[in-house]
């Protein structure tokens, strides 16, 4: 697949018409990082924007004592590092390759020059980033207010709709975790993530085997954290 036909995959540019597609790509530059290698780490000073093209892709804060918590897995044709774009201020947050990733990268100064003349891009950034705020929101919420089991479930689901795919078992989510990524991804502990993942297993809502999550009555897991 082309730089373009990648870019016309993507919120952020996807208004932009074939002429516009192949200029925005001649801007574009390949990086690839390796498995578990660190893209950025918070308060790097953020120049770029980043665009999978293959490979996952964690963002995450950490703290000094060493805990994480994963704020998104982010896949093919999500972009990252859209905060560079507009102020070119310090990085808010780690960015970490959970697999093998191949990366496009966009120079701040080249996307403003860029935007100078299309304005749609510039709304449809703004887009990008309301979502982002949006998200964020939601895991103060979920922090504030939710117990484990309920975070939990709203993490499986949120996978599920941006990640999972159908099969004859149920809703696979396409990313294999471990417990402890689960637990980062919902500001919880392990043993929590354990606990309500056997739970779930027993009641027959879902299986999780060798890392592979699998929902098999989402409707009634989702119920039944409300």
């Known amino acids: 697949m082309s730089y373009a036909q990648l870019l016309a995959e993507i919120p952020m540019f996807e208004s932009l018409g074939r002429e516009d597609l192949e200029t925005m790509s001649s801007l574009l530059q390949p990086r690839r990082f390796a498995r578990g290698e660190v893209i950025f780490h918070r308060g790097d000073v ?45 990085r808010s947050t ?7 990733a191949h990366l496009l990268t966009l120079q701040r100064d080249d996307f403003r020059r860029y935007l100078e003349t299309r304005p749609q891009v510039s709304l449809a950034l703004l887009a990008n980033l309301s979502r982002l705020v949006r998200r964020t929101t ?34 696979v989510i396409s990313p294999k975790l471990t417990q402890s990524e689960l637990a980062n991804l919902c500001g919880v502990t392990r043993e ?27 409707e009634r897991l989702g119920q039944d954290a409300e």
């Open 46 to 90: 953020g120049t770029a924007l980043f665009i999978i093209r293959r490979g996952q892709v964690a963002i995450r804060l950490s703290s000094s004592e060493g805990r994480e918590i994963t704020l998104a897995l982010l896949d093919r044709g999500d972009a990252f590092g859209e905060l560079s774009l507009l102020d070119g201020e310090s």
């Open 192 to 218: 929590s993530v354990n606990k309500w993942l056997r739970y779930y297993v027993r009641e027959g809502m879902l299986s999780f085997e060798g890392g592979q999550i699998v929902l098999i009555q989402p």
């Open 138 to 171: 939601q895991h103060v919420y979920d922090s504030a207010f939710l117990d484990a089991r309920s975070r939990l479930v709203r993490v499986l689901l949120d996978l599920a709709k941006s990640q999972g795919r159908p099969s004859p078992e149920g809703l």
């Open 94 to 100: 780690d960015a970490m390759a959970r697999e093998e």
